[in-house]
């Protein structure tokens, strides 16, 4: 082969090296084009922010998402300075992170992982954004650092959370630190974890010397006996499906002092546990009670001397019961105790009495009631009792005061068998009496019982007392009683009587209250017939009385003896009928009768359907 043929060789060799070596190149190329998408793709639909800067930290690359974050423009992004995007804190905080990196990166120490720091963004509109930054320095390819890379991600909402619970703490401590209970945790061996301080208000002991206590320090041999007896039946209960896990156990117990006293506290304990549901410890708040438990020690002391039965229920059954209660009722404390409060109530009286309870516990004011029980030996007993809500171990109960009035019952029963019957002989002397003034005129036979009908349905309309109607009652049946010392001849005369007669027979007012002044009714019943004729402009007899000297009653009376007169017939007259009666108290009403008692009268028979022929007791 001459050297020609060696030349043409070796070119062929040339191009097809430089092809392969173009083909190569463009592969090269085209990954690096795909590598490029695919980072440009990422980089522009990514939420984080991703940032690279120069060694002066100013931007040399910002992901679009820099707009949603900040409310810049990328174009604007891209021109800010680190000063201007960062508040005075956060940019001493990263300035001061880049020197510490460059440092390490000098002394051959760089860290290989990214720093991680809080830091607060200025917005476009002012406001502030706080963000985490993950970053790393940038080397070229010899090694040199030549920017930062940095990704940049919103936790607004992470701090907002962490102020929240903070304050949240902070609350919580500023509560556990200042209340006056105490309130502590404790591991499931009774360990303290947490006390308040208050333990020393308390107990005199600082936190750190409770925190150092076990159980039998803290409390007396019996509460401590007590508390794990509790506690241990309450778990064995939930373990056994009995008991709700999250329950609350309130106990009392009888905490020591550093001065070696011991004060009576109120525990409400609830358990701790982990995710899993685990029993990990207590939590509990305890009160000082110790005023409440002498007012309890007082308040037994006074009930177990009281003559008054007393007793508390909660929740309908009976939690204390005094020596008195239980004398009265028969049974013993150990039976009392738990029994239900409405058993003892008769069955027609146990409604009125669950009742009474119902608006007691509602707040209403409930007055002492009567009712019937039934003691252990059967038999019923009358009793008065006053109830009223009381806090008892924690809880609202009902305290009552109870007393045995059966034989003040009985005793009231009697006497109110003897007053029906003095009533009944009180009646019936009036009646005698009544019927004594109709015998001796027997044209006006029935006029006194219709005028006591009329005057007592005046009294009841004019919303008079039902005693002060039963007084006026009696008057009007005996309201002419003083007629029999008049003649009969005077009563029953049919022509006009004389000026003599006419003043015999104004004598009647005072002789009637002569005769029944000295029955000893309960109204002022002869006084009432005395003034039976008066007028009100001093007109009337027998002692020309004005107004404001007469009795009401009397007033009443009048209108009544009027009204009744002047409608029936009459020996020296016939009857001018109920109109002309009704026109006459109208007429004179004011100067003769008293207008309340006209208008009274004039509704009786006008709007009320009153007259004289109707059962008597339909209006007396």
Not at 163 to 189: F, H, K, P
Not at 455 to 470: F, K, N, Q, S, Y
Not at 547 to 555: G, H, N, S, T, Y
């Amino acid at each position: 082969m001459n050297s020609m043929q060696r030349e043409l060789t070796t070119m062929d060799q040339l191009r097809a090296r430089l092809a392969a070596v173009e083909a190569e190149n463009q592969k090269m190329v085209q990954l690096l084009h795909e590598s490029e998408s695919r980072y440009r793709l990422l980089a522009e639909n990514v939420s984080d922010v991703i940032v690279t800067t120069d060694l002066d930290l100013r931007p040399t690359f910002l992901s679009p998402s820099i707009t949603r974050l900040l409310g810049y423009t990328h174009t604007v992004a891209m021109a800010q300075t680190l000063g201007s995007v960062l508040t005075n804190r956060s940019m001493d905080l990263a300035l001061k992170a880049f020197q510490e990196e460059l440092e390490a990166d000098g002394a051959g120490n760089g860290q290989s992982e990214p720093r991680l720091m809080d830091l607060e963004l200025i917005r476009n509109d002012g406001s502030t954004v706080w963000v985490e930054s993950a970053s790393v320095l940038l080397h070229d390819q010899a090694g040199s650092v030549v920017g930062l890379l940095a990704l940049v991600r919103d936790i607004s909402l992470r701090k907002q959370a962490e102020d929240a619970l903070r304050d949240s703490e902070r609350g919580y401590r500023l509560l556990a630190e200042n209340v006056s209970d105490v309130i502590w945790t404790m591991d499931t061996q009774m360990r303290y974890t947490y006390i308040s301080p208050s333990i020393e208000r308390l107990r005199g002991y600082s936190v750190e010397e409770a925190k150092s206590h076990n159980l039998d320090q803290n409390v007396t041999p019996a509460s401590a006996e007590l508390a794990l007896r509790t506690l241990a039946d309450e778990q064995e209960a939930e373990r056994l499906g009995l008991q709700d896990r999250y329950t609350t156990v309130t106990l009392e117990m009888e905490l020591t002092c550093k001065d070696g006293s011991t004060i009576w506290t109120e525990n409400k304990i609830s358990y701790l546990r982990d995710a899993s549901g685990k029993l990990v410890g207590y939590l509990g708040v305890t009160r000082d009670i110790s005023e409440r438990k002498r007012a309890e020690d007082l308040f037994k002391t006074l009930a177990d001397s009281s003559p008054v039965g007393i007793y508390i229920v909660q929740d309908g059954r009976f939690k204390f019961a005094n020596p008195q209660f239980r004398k009265s009722t028969g049974y013993s404390e150990r039976e009392l105790l738990g029994m239900q409060s409405l058993q003892f109530a008769t069955v027609e009286d146990r409604a009125s009495v669950r009742e009474n309870a119902i608006r007691m516990l509602k707040g209403q004011r409930v007055l002492p009631y009567e009712y019937r029980m039934i003691n252990k030996h059967g038999e019923p007993r009358w009793v008065l009792e006053t109830v009223v809500s009381i806090p008892y171990q924690g809880q609202r109960a009902t305290l009552g005061n109870y007393m045995d009035i059966t034989d003040r019952k009985k005793a009231e029963e009697e006497l109110e068998k003897s007053i029906k019957k003095l009533q009944r002989i009180l009646d019936e002397t009036v009646e005698v009496l009544a019927s004594v003034a109709e015998k001796r005129d027997p044209y006006t036979a029935g006029h006194q019982r219709r005028v006591a009908q009329l005057a007592t349905a005046i009294a009841r309309t004019m919303g008079l007392p039902e005693d002060a109607i039963e007084g006026i009652r009696v008057a009007g049946l005996l309201h002419d009683i003083g007629k029999i010392y008049v003649p009969a001849e005077i009563l029953s005369k049919p022509g006009r009587i004389s000026d003599y007669e006419f003043n015999i027979i104004k004598t009647h007012p005072q002789v009637g209250h002569d005769i029944v002044k000295n029955i000893e009714f309960p109204w002022p019943v002869a006084d009432i017939i005395l003034q039976h004729h008066e007028r009100m402009g001093g007109t009337g007899y027998p002692a020309g009385l004005c107004r404001d000297r007469i009795m009401q009653e009397a007033m009443i009376l009048s209108v009544a003896d009027v009204v009744e007169a002047m409608s029936s017939h009459r020996p020296y007259r016939s009857a001018l009928g109920i109109d002309s009666a009704l026109d006459e108290v109208v007429q004179n009403q004011g100067t003769l009768y008293d207008a309340d008692v006209v208008a009274a009268c004039l509704s009786l028979f006008n709007d009320q359907g009153f007259n004289f022929d109707q059962a008597s007791h339909a209006w007396i």
